[in-house]
């Protein structure tokens, strides 16, 4: 990519700028390639997304700073925060109270990643101040990658519910935590009232402004036909000033859009067709984000000490989440077989992950380097991998509408009510 925009000077004089006209391009050609994944090599779209995002940033894409700031962090954490509101959304609380294994192989498989993880990196001589965050991040599956192919191969199934359940819990738990570790990182503390105190004010933050998102779209849901594209703009709209607000009081914007969509679907039960209301503004900043993803964690260092680490990082990360949904799975109503491919499908780390490692970044930026390092390369990998993983995960479990051979038709849309 051209680093010095002067040269382009006395031809291009874009009015919103070169970095501009260069996310234009990008995003032009990331929705061509994303087309031609799915439509000739059967793959999801994010797939095609993350590879030119990943060339651009090995080719030295110049647009992204890191860490992550002013609008590029609102895009990414409003894209974030949309697809977590409609992933939220989809899942219903009675459904652990039929089925409360499913909540405990939540925990489980999060919690033994975590250990696995962090004990993993100690074990390669990694500090334990840097090991503690890795381990958060990696806790986070990724259902923002999840949605995507589960609306590419028009996936539906218990195997698609439980996994995109799985995935949604665990971001839950990353971002309370990660965000809240973030605050310690940046201010220890040998109290631990004061270690306990960033959690606190995360998550009631959080549920402070879910709660007023919740309130705010059910008052429009009285006023307003669902279907209607007004209510997609006041959608994207309530939820773009939630995102904000969240941020600026100390919150966790993507964690209050998760947690906002899941009080709403407690007050209104019936069905969404999510992807249909929040409409073609959606899938743009969706493509934004995970060409974004891709274009800045592509421009890590690599050495040979760091792919030792992150392929320990990504095997302890993989192995762990089969075991734990495995030991979870007793008694929880799915087979072993289902237990593998909602395992497979889980793989995926991507924009939630890079949201955590960029609050760390941002609140000690010399300390974080070693965990930007380590994270910024599994995170590519695990987008790319992961979404692969997934894609087979849900054909082999037979709940894929799109088999491998079959080109997919690009007027369906999945409008699957996860939880249900």
Request: hydrophobic share 55%; with cysteine.
């Amino acid at each position: 990519m051209i680093q010095d925009p002067s040269f382009w000077a006395q031809w291009l004089k874009p009015s919103a700028g070169f970095d501009t006209l260069q996310w234009s391009l990008l995003l032009a050609l990331a929705s061509l390639v994303g087309y031609l994944f799915q439509r000739h090599l059967q793959m999801p779209k994010v797939l095609g997304y993350a590879v030119v995002g990943t060339l651009a940033g090995l080719l030295g894409f110049s647009a992204t700073v890191w860490p992550l700031q002013g609008p590029a962090l609102f895009l990414l954490e409003l894209g974030v925060a949309i697809v977590l509101f409609e992933c939220g959304g989809r899942i219903t609380l009675r459904w652990f109270r039929h089925n409360p294994m499913v909540l405990v192989q939540s925990l489980a498989e999060a919690a033994l990643t975590y250990l696995a993880v962090y004990y993993t990196l100690i074990w390669l001589n990694m500090p334990a101040a840097t090991a503690t965050p890795l381990a958060l991040i990696a806790m986070a599956a990724s259902p923002v990658v999840l949605a995507r192919v589960i609306n590419d191969t028009r996936a539906v199934g218990p195997v698609t519910d439980r996994a995109m359940a799985l995935a949604t819990l665990s971001t839950l738990y990353a971002l309370t935590l990660g965000s809240a570790k973030a605050e310690i990182f940046a201010r220890p503390s040998a109290s631990l009232w004061h270690d306990i105190t960033p959690v606190l004010v995360v998550l009631g933050v959080s549920v402070a402004v879910a709660a007023l998102l919740c309130l705010a779209m059910r008052l429009a849901l009285r006023l307003m036909n669902p279907s209607s594209e007004n209510t997609s703009i006041l959608m994207l709209a309530l939820i773009a000033a939630a995102t904000a607000l969240a941020a600026h009081l100390g919150g966790s914007a993507p964690l209050a859009a998760l947690l906002g969509g899941m009080l709403l679907k407690q007050l209104h039960q019936r069905p969404w067709a999510w992807p249909r209301q929040l409409g073609t503004a959606s899938s743009l900043l969706t493509m934004l984000m995970f060409v974004l993803v891709s274009t800045v964690a592509a421009q890590a260092s690599w050495s040979g000490a760091v792919a030792l680490t992150v392929l320990a990082l990504v095997v302890a990360r993989l192995l762990s989440k089969a075991i734990g949904v495995g030991l979870g799975n007793i008694g929880s109503g799915a087979s072993w077989r289902q237990a593998v491919w909602v395992a497979c499908a889980m793989a995926p780390m991507s924009a939630v992950a890079l949201l955590i490692t960029s609050q760390f970044a941002q609140a000690a930026p010399e300390a974080a380097q070693a965990i930007a390092g380590t994270a910024l390369p599994a995170i590519l990998l695990l987008e790319l991998l992961g979404a692969v993983l997934a894609t087979i995960a849900l054909r082999r479990a037979g709940e894929s509408a799109v088999p491998a051979h079959i080109p997919p038709s690009t007027n369906t849309t999945n409008t699957t009510n996860t939880g249900n």
